[in-house]
């Protein structure tokens, strides 16, 4: 079977090129990469993935390029279940072949197999030796007919013409294989093509195969009968062709040589008038003129070959054979009634095949006079759709546009005539047409519908040039448009937490229903439908403020009922609005202050139970969390660690009991962080009831929940208990480290969006983490309308976002940015002492270096392997296998498993252990983050040894709170080492002033937490972290790609910071370089 390639991989048989350095190179006409990747294409994914497993599992014994010139092909043996098979691959001209032995489909899994394996095999290996005088014998031309050997197996390739009557033959062939003797080929013995290619029956070139090949290709049995040659036109200049190449072809009947001929014939056409009639016949010449005269007889059905003189040759302009027959055995009539589309089609179109017309037409009939034509439009509707029939007016006759003809025959008083279409003006009007928005469906026929349909009217109608008639506009009824655009009147009435909104729309005379303006503005449409079945423009600045504001309004009688946090849809209405009426708008203009600016939240005065003083920001921020309750509000509390956001938070709960609102209040964090919280409440707020709902005994305490001004629990509680805890009605619903339910798919995630609360609040100091996603999980939990879905938050913002859409990130950014309270250290608290960050780095030891890059070049290999096979989504837990293991190497060669790093020392660990010494003989004390529990345990053996009192923590740590209490208290311990993930967030650490990350994360956040548990409020001296890096490393690069992340979702906090992103696929080659 055989493909055509796209001209771009189109070559020439064989190239023999100099090589300078001894020998010439062989190559086979086709780039490795690009025929293997053409042969898999054809053959399936199923077959391919077939034919590559058999590749990778060794399967091909032998592959080998043989011949020489245009005998050259690509031949080797593949063992598939038990069974050898042989495929071949060669090229003719601009197409690729592959053959195979087996019964599949071609091209089949063995095809491929040998295509991979060749693939891989050096183009030095291709070398035409023997020195210069076997070189120049293979360049020499091949003779006319080969000679077969005596006694040597020779095939012959046999065809037979059945005779019939007139012009017309069938033509067959067949295969012999003969064992010369002396001057005589001998009787020779049948074979099928499907024999002779599979077994080793005699020597076969690479033209004997294609032509094998294509007899199997359109006969699978290839029997040892005649095969009639009954193929499409292409393939049978493809079969003759290769025929004509091959060394043995002979007449059956005479068993002489078949000559081919390489000039073609060429098909002329005459004409004679036979009365009102004209009959046409036919004869054939050589592209000289000379006439082929005497017998004659076409060969095949479609791509005609012709005999004559005992010569075969191809016959250029005629794709038919038996209507070329037909031609020459007794010609056509053509009758009166058809000659004008005879003159205006056929003429034509026989010419630009190739035929050659003996007769002048010239003079057949009256040339009329020369006319413009003038187009015409009829407009109509059919269904939901615009209708236009194109015409055109040559003085007193009108042409429709579907007629093909070029010359129109007309019948006047004096005679006929000839009008000849101006078909270059007719064309320039269907151009005009289509540039106005219409879409041609038919010839002479156009449509539009929706939005495109009204454009045309409005604006392409008008714009067509001069002379242009229409017809049927005024009697459109669903396609009419209103001179002047829509414009709006806005009534809004407003409670404690929800907006009505009544928007009419006015078009003319005529109005529009806020359901159906909602409906356009959603849809993306440039029209309003009017009440009375026609439509009104929207104008255009709409389309950037309104579009995005209405996405998922629901609108029952008129009225769009919103929660408070959609202020800014209300807002976009009002300011497009010819006419507004608001009701309390000191409320409205209240609202929309504050969410465009926190500082004007008002001056409420603080909880009088509060037992400390509030900092003027943290003031603010209670106020700003106190008006976002009063108005049902979510919010983020996004203050930057350590500035207090839980006493922030007690303010407000304590203000509502106060208040007398009550209900109990859930707040929700991490195992860690729940005693800090029941420390901060007694010493913060000791009025507030509270609750600590944790533990085994936990079910004793469900009925008592509601008895409590505070409940405090975990994520892991949160999780196990969500059931129980919907049960409640809670006044508040507080997610401390909000980051944990960054994706809203989890369980996490999931329980906290079931519970039943009156208002919602996030604190975290990492509101964003990885990408934009985590925003859409934390605003489903605060106030799930605000984004709308997953789907659309990807659609309107996510993906837009990702390809550098800059009007959807300053979207995304106001209508977020309102309900996100976010300070940092250095703008409300200067007197806090500095945090100087450094970096230590450290050069890999000799043998740790060695271990290292083994282990790169191992993992580098199976991470791309994996990649290729299952794609990079799916690769995730090898990539993280593999990252894992390099971490461990830089860190201590002693963490890697089956004790393959025994004995190799580390030098960072080298580095720790020296720093260290020196930090504490200056009477710092330190805190030591790792992720490596293995390698906090090295560090406990090693400050033991030392004698140096120090303490830890990790998630098996069960006394929490005393571990913690104690290292604040007891100066005598001088270090804290900490597992990341466990005691990463929620401690205040505030005793160590010298902060060690032993190993870098991939995430900043995760490292900033960590630091920002000594540099919180209420230190006196500065802290300084240090991260230790390994040189040359992965982690240097997990650095580097931090600080490229960073940028992506920098601007959609209100200080303008920006975490890094997850891992991309795209960043796979740099972690893997050396």
Excluded at 505 to 534: C, D, H, N, P, Q
Excluded at 557 to 577: D, N, T
């Amino acid at each position: 079977m055989s493909w055509r390639l796209p001209p771009a991989l189109r070559f020439n048989m064989i190239k023999v090129r100099p090589n300078f350095c001894g020998g010439n190179a062989l190559y086979f006409p086709f780039p490795k990469k690009d025929a293997v990747a053409t042969l898999e294409a054809l053959a399936g994914p199923s077959e391919a993935a077939r034919g590559r497993a058999l590749q990778q599992g060794g399967a091909v014994n032998s592959a080998s390029l043989r011949g020489g010139g245009e005998e050259s092909f690509i031949e080797g043996n593949v063992e598939d279940g038990g069974k050898r098979f042989r495929p071949t691959l060669f090229a003719e001209g601009d197409r690729l072949t592959a053959l195979c032995t087996c019964e599949g489909v071609q091209p089949c899994r063995h095809a491929v197999a040998l295509s991979r394996h060749w693939a891989r095999i050096p183009e030095s290996r291709y070398r035409v030796t023997g020195g210069w005088k076997n070189l120049l014998e293979r360049l020499a031309p091949r003779k006319p007919y080969a000679i077969a050997r005596e006694g040597e197996p020779t095939l012959v390739h046999y065809l037979y013409i059945r005779e019939s009557e007139g012009a017309f033959s069938e033509l067959s062939i067949s295969w012999r294989v003969h064992k010369p003797r002396g001057n005589s080929l001998g009787r020779g013995r049948s074979h099928s093509a499907f024999r002779l290619l599979e077994g080793e029956v005699a020597r076969l070139g690479v033209s004997d195969r294609r032509v094998l090949g294509r007899a199997v290709a359109f006969s699978p049995s290839g029997g040892t009968d005649r095969l009639p040659i009954d193929l499409p036109s292409g393939e049978i200049s493809s079969l003759l062709g290769a025929l004509s190449l091959c060394d043995h072809v002979r007449w059956e009947a005479t068993s002489e040589r078949v000559i081919f001929e390489p000039v073609p014939a060429i098909v002329h056409i005459s004409a004679k008038e036979a009365g009102k009639d004209i009959k046409l016949s036919c004869t054939l010449s050589t592209p000289d003129g000379r006439e082929l005269k005497g017998e004659k007889r076409v060969l095949s059905s479609a791509s005609p070959w012709l005999l004559h003189g005992g010569v075969l040759r191809e016959v250029y302009g005629a794709a038919d054979g038996l209507a070329l027959a037909t031609l020459m055995d007794r010609g056509v009539m053509i009758p009166e009634a058809d000659l004008p589309s005879f003159f205006s089609n056929a003429v034509s179109a026989l010419d630009s095949w190739g035929v050659i017309f003996d007769t002048d037409f010239s003079g057949a009939l009256k040339t009329g006079a020369s006319l413009s034509p003038v187009p015409k439009l009829y407009l109509s509707e059919e269904g939901g759709k615009l209708v236009a029939f194109l015409s055109f007016n040559y003085g007193d006759f009108e042409v429709n546009a579907e007629n093909p003809d070029p010359v129109l025959v007309i019948e006047t008083g004096g005679g006929r005539v000839s009008l000849k279409r101006d078909l270059q003006e007719e064309f320039a009007a269907v151009k005009e047409l289509l540039d106005a928005g219409l879409t041609l469906t038919e010839p002479g026929r156009f449509e539009a519908a929706g939005d495109t349909a009204l454009d045309f009217l409005r604006f392409g109608a008008s714009g067509l040039g001069p002379g242009w008639e229409l017809f049927g506009r005024e009697e459109l009824t669903k396609h009419r448009v209103t001179a002047t655009p829509l414009h709006l009147r806005v009534k809004l009435s407003a409670g404690i937490d929800w907006l009505d909104l009544n928007v009419e729309g006015y078009g003319g005379e005529e109005s529009a229903t806020f359901a159906s303006i909602a409906r356009a503005l959603e849809g993306g449409s440039r029209y309003v439908k009017l009440e009375g079945g026609g439509y009104a423009p929207i104008p255009e600045e709409w389309v950037e403020t309104l579009t995005p504001l209405s996405a998922g309004l629901k609108v029952r009688e008129g009225v769009a009922r919103l929660p408070a946090y959609r202020a800014e849809v209300v807002k976009g209405f009002i300011e497009q609005a010819k006419e507004s009426e608001v009701e309390d708008s000191h409320r409205w203009e209240s609202l929309v202050s504050v969410l465009a600016d926190p500082e004007k939240a008002g001056d409420y005065p603080l909880p009088k139970g509060l037992s400390c003083k509030l900092r003027p920001y943290q003031e603010r921020g209670y106020r700003w969390l106190r008006f976002l309750g009063e108005r049902g509000l979510g919010g983020i509390l996004a203050d930057d660690m350590g500035l207090g956001k839980t006493v922030q938070t007690l303010a407000l709960l304590l203000d509502i009991k106060e208040r007398g609102e009550g209900g109990p209040n859930l707040v929700v964090a991490p195992t860690s962080v729940v005693p800090n919280w029941e420390a901060e409440v007694r010493s913060h707020a000791p009025s507030l009831t509270h609750l600590r709902y944790h533990g085994v005994d936990r079910a004793e305490l469900r009925d008592e929940l509601e008895k409590y001004d505070l409940v405090v629990t975990s994520y892991a509680i949160l999780r196990r208990d969500a059931e129980h805890l919907a049960k409640v009605d809670w006044c508040y619903i507080i997610l401390d480290e909000a980051q944990t339910i960054k994706n809203g798919a989890t369980k996490t995630a999931r329980a906290a969006r079931s519970l039943s609360a009156r208002r919602r609040l996030s604190l975290t100091g990492t509101p964003l983490e990885n990408h934009l996603g985590e925003l859409w999980s934390q605003f489903r939990f605060l106030m799930p309308e605000l984004l709308g879905s997953e789907r659309k938050f990807a659609e309107r913002y996510l993906k837009p976002i990702s390809q550098g859409d800059a009007e959807a990130a300053n979207g995304l950014r106001e209508r977020v940015g309102p309900f996100i309270l976010r300070r940092l250290k250095p703008e409300v608290a200067p007197e806090l002492p500095p945090r100087i960050d450094n970096v230590l780095l450290s050069d890999l030891g000799e043998k740790q270096w060695e271990l290292y890059r083994a282990l790169l070049a191992a993992g580098r290999e199976r991470v791309f392997k994996t990649v290729e096979e299952k794609g990079f989504s799916r690769s995730r837990g090898c990539l993280l296998d593999v990252l894992t293991r390099l971490r461990q190497v830089c860190c201590h060669p002693a963490l890697l498993p089956g004790g393959v790093g025994a004995g190799v020392s580390s030098a960072k660990f080298d580095q720790f252990t020296q720093f260290v010494s020196e930090v504490l003989e200056e009477g710092h004390r330190i805190l030591v983050y790792s992720q490596f529990v293995e390698v906090l345990k090295l560090m406990h053996g090693w400050f033991e040894g030392e004698g140096i009192s120090h303490l830890g923590l990790d998630g098996r740590t069960t006394n929490r709170e005393d571990v913690v209490g104690r290292f604040q208290e007891d100066e005598s311990v001088r270090a804290f080492l900490v597992s990341l993930k466990a005691g990463g967030t929620g401690l205040n650490l505030t005793a160590a002033d010298y902060v060690i990350l032993f190993d870098p994360w991939w995430n900043p956040a995760v490292e900033e937490q960590a630091i920002d548990r000594a540099h919180r409020i209420g230190r006196e001296r500065a802290v300084f972290s240090y991260k230790m890096i390994a040189a040359g490393t992965v982690e240097e690069k997990i650095q580097a790609l931090q600080q490229k992340k960073r940028k992506m979702t920098e601007g959609f906090l209100p200080t303008g910071e920006g975490w890094g992103g997850a891992l991309e696929e795209a960043d796979l080659e740099e972690l893997f370089k050396l």
